[in-house]
């Protein structure tokens, strides 16, 4: 089958880069042609694309080192100049950033009508049996006016929602005119399709469940010290790491943090490439791999969306205190490291213009037990994660799915939760796996950060033989229940319907 893909973005460092990654991978895989049209810039980092285009050079291709199929995957990249527009900000590299509720109605025109010409020039080219356009917009309605009704299947992540049509009715409007021209409407999680529906009842007839996936192969369960040397020993050869936040800046950060600085912080953020991981990466994963008690965990954003401040408060309130290992990149990076630090010290004042929910004299020490490493892209995360015994999704607003949770369970890490939007669908399947009400979630909201510490504390209470056994569990579960070859058959599935 000839399948066209439409996604705005590149293919990691968030949930729907990944899923529309792993999609491709396992349709490549199962056999199908697929015509990817994104903006990833380094396409050869991707080991399933056989070869890259922009939309203008077809037919013109360029091949990639790649690994063996019966399939293709061929990434098409749309000329679309130098502004990238994007839900929740974040510094994307060649592009200037904009938000979507930011944009001027010109810049928003002229950025749909170079991707309506690009995914034309696919569509021409390529000639699909299928089209997948991703997100509540701008995918659908650049489908709708690029293609013919009825030609594509709209699949819905949830940033889309928050972040664009809540805020201004043109993005309603927008998403309606794209997703009334669809075939079905997939979206992760009952809670994503339900909110989705809230703004565009007139689609209710054509909304289909599809979860997303894991990949198992990738993400399994290691014994600590050998998934964080493993880690380490692959860091050790990325020479982007040069690139990455040195701990020359630490100075800067608690400078910064004595004058209550948070623009200064802000602006520390951009001294270095948040795309690769910390110089002293290796380093601190082999520390950690010598130490003794357990580690718990973050892997995602590094932005105030994702509430990470909670997960290192929360770290501060355990007696016994645990490790921390915070893996990950974007803006809030330095507001965090400024918050452990304000902690460390005992810092009431900076603690609370940081957003810190406990008394700070409770995080004394807290900075020799928490790790930062940067950005770990795909061939570095799942090991690193592998070695938790806790990983926390402490997100404050909505989540579609959560999947980097079943990523975690998926390597033997437990999951701990906030309790809300598709996050709380995913606690209820595991803990009904195993027979545990409550075990893997908090309640958000007012005082979570001592929720999230009680939740901590529960699982970390559980002998270390047991918890293991119930990490393998998991991801058993994981194995037999989510995994990427099923989430590409049901989206296929969705067109045929």
């Keep these: 089958m000839r399948i066209l893909v439409w996604h705005g973005w590149l293919l990691e460092g968030s949930g729907s880069n990944v899923y529309t990654a792993r999609t491709v991978m396992a349709w490549r895989r199962q056999g199908h042609d697929v015509a990817l049209v994104c903006q990833e810039g380094h396409p050869e980092r991707f080991p399933f694309l056989d070869a890259w285009a922009a939309t203008g050079e077809l037919p013109k291709l360029r091949p990639l080192p790649t690994e063996q199929s019966s399939g293709r995957a061929v990434l098409l990249r749309p000329e679309i100049g130098h502004l990238l527009p994007v839900f929740v900000y974040d510094e994307y590299e060649g592009f200037t950033v904009k938000t979507f509720v930011d944009l001027t109605d010109a810049e928003l025109e002229a950025y749909l009508d170079a991707n309506v010409a690009a995914l034309r020039a696919a569509a021409d080219w390529h000639r699909p049996d299928v089209v997948i356009a991703g997100h509540a917009l701008p995918g659908p309605v650049i489908a709708r006016r690029a293609l013919d009704d009825g030609t594509f299947v709209a699949k819905i992540h949830g940033s889309d929602l928050e972040y664009a049509m809540r805020p201004q009715q043109r993005y309603v409007h927008l998403a309606r005119e794209g997703l009334e021209g669809a075939i079905a409407v997939a979206g992760g999680s009952r809670d994503v399709l339900g909110r989705l529906l809230e703004l565009v009842p007139s689609v209710s007839d054509r909304v289909r469940l599809v979860a997303p996936g894991v990949e198992v192969e990738r993400w399994r369960p290691l014994p600590r010290r050998e998934a964080l040397l493993r880690t380490a020993d692959l860091l050790e050869q990325e020479p982007a790491r040069a690139r990455g936040r040195s701990a020359s800046l630490d100075p800067e950060v608690a400078d910064a943090m004595h004058r209550r600085d948070l623009g200064a912080l802000d602006r520390l953020a951009g001294r270095y490439d948040q795309t690769a991981p910390d110089p002293a990466a290796p380093e601190r ?186 990490g393998r569990r998991l991801a058993g579960v994981v194995a037999e229940r989510w995994t990427w070859e099923r989430t590409a058959d049901a989206l296929l599935d969705a067109a045929r319907a």
Excluded: C, N, W
């Design 285 to 470: 994963l082999r520390a950690l791999a010598g130490a003794g008690g357990p580690i718990i965990g973050y892997l995602g954003k590094l932005i105030p969306q994702k509430g990470v401040e909670h997960l290192l408060a929360a770290t501060a309130l355990l007696d016994p205190r645990p490790r921390a290992l915070v893996i990950g990149f974007g803006t809030h990076r330095e507001r965090l490291e400024a918050l452990v630090a304000a902690l460390d010290a005992g810092d009431a004042a900076a603690a609370e213009v940081l957003g810190a929910e406990i008394d700070p004299a409770a995080g004394v020490g807290l900075a020799e037990r928490v790790t930062f490493t940067g950005r770990l892209d795909h061939r570095y995360a799942a090991t690193a994660v592998a070695a938790l015994d806790v990983l926390v999704v402490p997100s404050i607003l909505d989540e579609a799915f959560g999947m980097v949770a079943l990523e975690g369970a998926a390597a033997g890490s437990l999951p701990l939760v906030a309790r809300h939007s598709g996050l709380a669908e995913i606690a209820a399947a595991l803990e009904d796996a195993v027979g545990a009400t409550g075990l893997f979630s908090y309640e958000p909201g007012p005082g979570a950060t001592r929720r999230l510490a009680a939740g901590l504390e529960r699982l970390l209470s559980i002998p270390a033989a047991e918890r293991e056994a119930l």
